[in-house]
């Protein structure tokens, strides 16, 4: 019989803070698609696969960490989860939090959420809180709600969250058989990119300041190295390129739209130490990366995922892509979330036909 994947969880549980008897909560998350990108490969003269997140249960990879910080919470007696969200955290605390039992409240900057993840925060039936300001003001209201409140905060701050999205990195080298050169992901609050660099180390047998617990040190290693971890932000939401938070980040990535990131040290670790880079793309540029993904390599993703496409191509236009490495690069979530920004430029011409073949052929040009 074929393995069926078992969740994040259960297939990892010696590498995160699990005991074997923990009930845990989750959707079956993880196991994504490690997709060769033969048209990207060709464009940057290397070997490129696309870790499709999108094909998470809620569509993206907050659920990695989502089964983690929910299962924990289960341990406890708090009854209701929060989070500040620029949408895919409200869509995966929501769903997560059903499936726990439990309750949820998310707290979202108004007007600047993709409607497929509002809709997912309104019909999981978290309790809806829309802040006149942006994820900053968002996450600065959830830390406090959850200090004064029995709420527990499942934002990335959350160590528990970190430590199931770090297992993206165990299933590329489980995949390819060793890690890649390089690792290329979008940034917002830098929760992943911190995530991914605890993974990779772990998978080497090193560890890192923010690593849980030392099941990772007594397992023997099972990649040779790390990757340099290459971070891409969008243009006006770039405090790691300028090197200082942003008062007022815009960009239609509204997944990245963030200003003053939570994991700002870690993820500056992970560049650093990695001998990586954080870069910024445009708007422009990470809506013709998305259409390039999606018409070339078959994948749709939603802008702020479109931003590490957007990243390596920039990079191999600049020659910094080494010949022949092989890359990463995670595309966070689903483009079927946020539909409206893709179809935006797009001409549509569905005038209806007779309903003939004749009329189909001619439309068609055959
Ligand atoms: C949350 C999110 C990001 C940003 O991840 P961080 O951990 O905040 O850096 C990027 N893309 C998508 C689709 C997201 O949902």
Known sequence: MAHQWQGLINEYRERLPFKESDLVVTLYEGGTPLVPAPALSARVDAEVYVKVEGANPTGSFKDRGMTTAISQVKQTDTK???AAST?????????YAVAAGLE???ILPA????MGKLAQAIVHGAKLVAVDGNFDDCLRITRELTDKYPVALVNS???YRLQGQKTAAFEIVDQLGDAPDIHVLPVGNAGNISAYW???NE???????YSMGDSALNLPPVSTKVPQMWGVQAWNSAPFVLGAPVENPETIATAIRIGNPASWDYAVAARDDSGGWIDRVTDEQ????QAILAAEVGVFVEPASAASIAGLLKAGEAGKVPAGAKIVCTVTGNGLKDTATALENRELDLDPIAPTLDAAVSLLGL
Do not use: D, F, H, R
């Open 286 to 289: 990470i809506l013709e990366a």
């Open 80 to 82: 209701i989860v929060a």
């Open 87 to 95: 949408g895919n955290t409200s869509a995966s605390a929501s769903a």
């Open 203 to 209: 998978y080497a047998g090193k560890k890192v300041s």
């Open 104 to 106: 949820s409240a998310v």
């Open 157 to 159: 701050v959350n160590p």
């Open 111 to 114: 007007g600047k959420i993709a």
């Open 198 to 200: 605890m993974g990779y």
